[in-house]
């Protein structure tokens, strides 16, 4: 007879999930008995903060929930990293605690956590399963996992509920929720600024990635109008950073650059804006604003919001690339501020740099693959420099801004897209923090190349130190050299950029992963990282 763990992975595959990341205990066996059972995969990571970092990469790859699994308390906790991650990142997720007893709920048991409580702040909701209701409430949480703004669902399964016999069958899983439309009167006020306005600037969000048909109305709005168009670091790739509109991205490296061409501006279009990002106010200065989203601008009282339309993103943008407009910024213009902003984030340097590094990077990467790279200093850096040519090619948390992000997300990017290519950039500390996810690539047969930009430094705070003249303390890493191989995953450690080019492509024609540890001088990120 099927029981109800049986029930619930036969509801996850109704709902296009197709395998699970996780830690497994024995609360957990149940449920990983039935995936086994049921033809799903389940992929074992070497830390749960990793297997939800994956499941929320997967989920914003495939469009499909991301799924990750781990035992109660400790392992709950450890998955709380990652959830965070799918919450403030807004990306589709199921996290599953598989937890005591239900006799045991409540008590001083050992492990034994509230996971609701833990759970309520960085969820959309968090859900008991329980006989008689297994069903609907997967079906519940996919359903609002995936409506708009997506994001994480907690479910928790005591263990004799998953043990028990299924008393129901599987159901419809509801489409997302449509967003309402913005209204005709907001709509119009926006479209007769923009009409007025004879130098604005589109400025793209993290919001506008879950846009229908990847950026394709991005790029026609921009181009109805001319109008020339920056983006936060999630939104790159929306629109093709060669396109001739682009001006980069904005408040990573070399911001002020950014910030000055920006308040040239006479109006700012905000499509998609969400201020987990950057608040508005760090950089927009007095121009005035038009905010487009699924949601209200979140300002302070120093940004002046002219109009703003909150609704279904798509049909606001479809009804305002067919009003009026034009502006006077000239190609050249633009041309000049790009080669401008790139050639301050590569000041010269007699040694090996970062931004050198990040540049054999790119230059070897196909242009149809895809980057995922951890948080520091180097994130900074990648975000302004890194030209992002399509949707779901970039891949940084900037709104949950965790380090240990970048191998596990690079693991999830390859399985949902085995045919492209596939990079992890890292710096030393991050790698320290989850190098034991190289072993996972390796179980996996994954060709994914880890680059580590080693500098011997917790580098952005060593700057944040510097800008606020405090003495260095606590930020210096071990110097020692690198191993030849990470739980038997071959290691390489290069100095220049010749080595480094070669390395990686002979790491993107192997069989599995390959750590590429190169060691750079990160002097210049004084320079690049918030001037």
């Known amino acids: 007879m099927a029981s109800n763990a049986d029930l619930i992975v036969s509801m996850l595959r109704r709902g296009g999930i197709p395998l699970g990341f996780g830690i497994p205990s024995g609360n957990v066996l149940p ?145 997302p929720r449509p967003r309402a439309a913005a209204s005709d009167g907001a709509l119009r006020q926006a479209a007769s600024l923009i009409a007025r306005a004879r130098r604005p600037i589109a400025v793209i969000g993290a919001g506008a990635t879950a846009l229908d048909g990847g950026g394709d109305q991005l ?25 001739p509109l682009s001006l980069g991205c904005i408040e990573r490296a070399r911001r002020q650059v950014q910030r000055a061409f920006l308040r040239r501006a006479d109006l700012i279009v905000g499509i998609g804006y969400d201020t987990a990002e950057v608040e508005y106010e760090a950089w927009i200065g007095g121009v005035p604003l038009v905010h487009v989203g699924i949601e209200r601008a979140d300002t302070d009282g120093s940004v002046r919001i002219a109009a703003e339309a909150v609704g279904d993103l798509g049909r606001s943008l479809a009804v305002l690339a067919a009003g009026e407009g034009g502006n006077d910024w000239r190609a050249d213009e633009l041309a000049a501020h790009r080669a401008q902003f790139q050639a301050a ?22 242009r149809e693959g895809i980057l995922a790279f951890d948080v520091g200093a180097h994130t900074h850096q990648i975000a302004s420099q890194w030209p992002a040519h399509a949707a779901k090619k970039f891949l940084v948390t900037n ?28 710096g030393d500390a991050c790698f320290q923090m ?27 705070i060593k700057v944040k130190q510097e800008r606020r003249a405090y003495p260095y303390f ?50 210049h990120y004084s320079e690049t990282v918030y001037d």
């Open 474 to 523: 606590g930020t210096a890493l071990d110097a020692a050299p690198p191993p030849s191989h990470y739980f038997g995953v071959p290691a390489v450690a290069v100095a220049n950029a010749a080595a480094l080019e070669d390395a990686l492509r002979r790491a993107l024609a192997s069989a599995g992963p390959t750590v590429i540890e190169a060691m750079v001088d990160a002097a």
């Open 219 to 243: 790029r026609r709005f921009v181009e109805r109008f001319a109008m020339p168009f920056a983006t936060t670091a999630m939104a790159k790739g929306m629109i093709d950073d060669d396109h």
């Open 399 to 426: 709104n949950w801004s965790s380090m240990g992000y970048g191998i596990p997300a690079a693991i999830a990017a390859k399985l949902a897209r085995p045919d492209l290519a596939v990079v992890a950039i890292v």
């Open 31 to 175: 449920l990983m008995e039935a995936m086994r059972a049921g033809g799903m995969q389940f992929v074992l990571t070497a830390h749960e903060g990793s297997a939800a970092f994956a499941a929320s990469v997967l989920g914003r790859m495939t469009g499909r929930p991301g799924l990750c699994i781990a035992t109660h308390g400790p392992g709950a906790t450890n998955l709380t990293t990652g959830v965070g991650c799918a919450f403030l990142d807004r990306s589709p997720l199921i996290a599953i605690t598989c937890n005591v007893p239900v006799a045991q709920l409540g008590r001083r048991v050992q492990m034994h956590i509230d996971h609701h409580e833990l759970m309520h702040p960085i969820t959309k909701a968090t859900m008991a399963l329980r006989p008689g209701r297994i069903a609907l409430t997967v079906a519940d949480a996919i359903h609002l996992a995936l409506s708009e703004p997506q994001g994480p669902v907690h479910l928790d399964l005591p263990e004799d509920v998953a043990l028990a016999p299924a008393t129901e069958a599987d159901c419809a899983i509801a489409p």
């Open 434 to 460: 989850t190098c034991g996810e190289v072993a996972v690539a390796r179980r996996l047969g994954l060709a994914l190349p880890i680059v580590v930009l080693d500098d011997n430094w917790l580098a952005l």
């Open 345 to 366: 984030l590569r000041p010269p340097t007699n040694r090996f740099a970062p931004h050198q590094a990040i540049d054999v990077v790119r230059s070897v990467l196909p």
